[in-house]
């Protein structure tokens, strides 16, 4: 089974999947918790490029790389896990980029979904749970703890997180779009409830759907 994961940073993925995957190993499943860009050793080099970067990338760049690091974690560690019948959840997968790349960049949604096909190699999650929340309110969440201004500028911030409101925006536009036309796949949480009701849903839906 694959489980997916969406949403701007800030909205609480991280968290959510911490006790997804808490709540599954008390169940006696194997889990494998993976992230996009990541996961293999070529992936996180790949990664630090893309966030990391000081320099600009032009958005066919940035589409490759996000792909070409896909392509070696769903072959490398997805495929051989859901073969193995693990549980994998994947902090972002193709979604992300019909969001950030299509939606976010303006790039072609034709040359899109045949990239996308390419580097997942036609899988396909079985559930994406996607938490909503507003750019703004994701800003304020990722600096509450600091005296750091708010900014989508700021030099705290990694390269894709410094795109700007209008970016993130049209990034949060797509998704819905995505959910709107795909409710099957797709569970929109509203991310400013509480975690633990969060993690009702999350558990509830999923036996709802599956034999757990």
């Given at each position: 089974?694959?489980?997916t994961?969406?949403g701007?940073?800030g909205a609480?993925?991280s968290t ?13 499943r194997?889990?494998l ?7 293999t ?11 990391e970067?000081?320099?600009e ?13 896909r ?10 896990a859901i ?12 979604d992300?980029?019909?969001a ?12 899109l ?7 997942t190699?036609?899988?396909?999650p ?11 309110e994701?800003m ?9 201004p708010?900014s989508?500028?700021?030099s705290e ?5 410094r795109?700007g409101?209008?970016f993130?925006?049209?990034?949060r536009e797509?998704?819905l779009?995505?959910i ?16 633990t ?6 558990i509830a ?8």
């Open positions: 089974m694959l489980i994961f969406e701007i940073d609480g993925k959510q999947i911490k006790m997804l995957a808490g709540y599954l190993g008390s169940q006696q194997e889990v918790v993976l992230r996009e860009p990541g996961g050793e070529v992936a996180e080099k790949i990664r630090s490029i893309l966030l970067s000081k320099g990338i032009s958005p066919i760049g940035e589409l490759l790389l996000f792909s070409a690091s392509a070696e974690l769903v072959q490398e560690v997805i495929l051989p073969a193995a019948g693990k549980i994998v959840i994947l902090d972002r997968f193709f992300s980029t019909t950030y790349q299509g939606y976010g960049r303006g790039i072609d949604f034709t040359l979904q045949s990239i996308i096909s390419i580097s190699c036609g899988i396909v079985d559930i994406t749970f996607y938490l909503d929340i507003e750019p703004g994701a304020r969440r990722k600096f509450s703890k600091t005296s750091i708010l989508f500028e700021h911030l990694d390269r894709m997180e795109s409101a209008i993130f925006r049209n990034v797509g998704y779009k995505m709107s036309s795909n409710k099957e796949r797709f569970l929109c949480i509203d991310a400013l409830l509480p975690e009701t969060i993690h009702r849903k999350i839906l999923l036996h709802e759907r599956f034999p757990l």
